[in-house]
């Protein structure tokens, strides 16, 4: 069985306790430049800060006080933080299951491009974005998405490629063998009918959004 990575990112800040709930299951916990913030907010350390850290307030003095952290900097400018630390990733490790939090919010170009950027990932790796307020998860012929206790809520399927072969059951309104893609958007606003609920794809890849509500 392979490794569960979780990756902070410097977007939108997840609460201490969403933070203290990821790090409980994960292998390894990631402070991506600015996400670094997050983790000395709930008093924790991440077991490895990368990036070209442009975004880390006084990073000398980081240094000094966290001797024992494994900092990975890495200046290339031509790809993002998230990259790099998807590359080391890759290189250093058996992760399945990717949880990213700081991906969402502040500034949509990120937001947009933290989507593409995880899209290019090995299919066989499933990967959550997760905030506090939303749930976003890609699905692939190899990572099929099951939600369990969120009869009620609201679901949206964003088809970022083309996919084909795209069954759920559970909603309000099934999808039945579709094909999705740029000029075939559909599964926006739909509901979770069920409280066990299944959406899978025979190739290609999309995200599944859920709002978490208040439950």
């Not at 996400?35 to 000094?64: K, M, Q, R, W």
């Not at 900092?71 to 890759?90: G, N, R």
Request: aromatic share 6%.
């Amino acid at each position: 069985m392979g490794e569960s990575s979780l990756i902070v990112l410097a977007g939108n800040p997840p609460s201490d306790e969403l933070l203290l709930l990821h790090l409980e299951y994960a292998d390894r916990s990631i402070a991506v430049d600015g996400g670094f913030l997050t983790f000395i907010h709930a008093n924790h350390l991440p077991d490895i800060l990368i990036g070209d850290l442009d975004s880390v307030p006084n990073i000398e003095d980081v240094y000094e006080k966290y001797p024992n952290l494994k900092v990975v900097k890495v200046e290339d400018q031509d790809i993002t933080d998230f990259q790099k630390a998807l590359a080391w990733i890759d290189e250093n490790s058996d992760t399945t299951q990717l949880i990213i939090l700081g991906g969402l919010g502040r500034r949509t170009d990120h937001l947009i491009t933290n989507l593409l950027v995880a899209m290019n990932v090995d299919e066989s790796v499933e990967i959550t974005f997760d905030s506090d307020s939303e749930w976003i998860r890609r699905v692939t012929p190899i990572c099929p998405l099951h939600i369990h206790g969120r009869k009620g809520d609201t679901i949206s399927i964003l088809p970022i490629q083309s996919s084909s072969g795209v069954n759920s059951k559970g909603l309000k309104w099934d999808l039945i063998n579709h094909s999705l893609g740029n000029q075939k958007i559909i599964g926006q606003s739909n509901l979770c009918e069920s409280d066990d609920v299944e959406i899978r794809c025979d190739a290609g890849s999309f995200y599944v959004f859920l709002e978490k509500g208040n439950k």
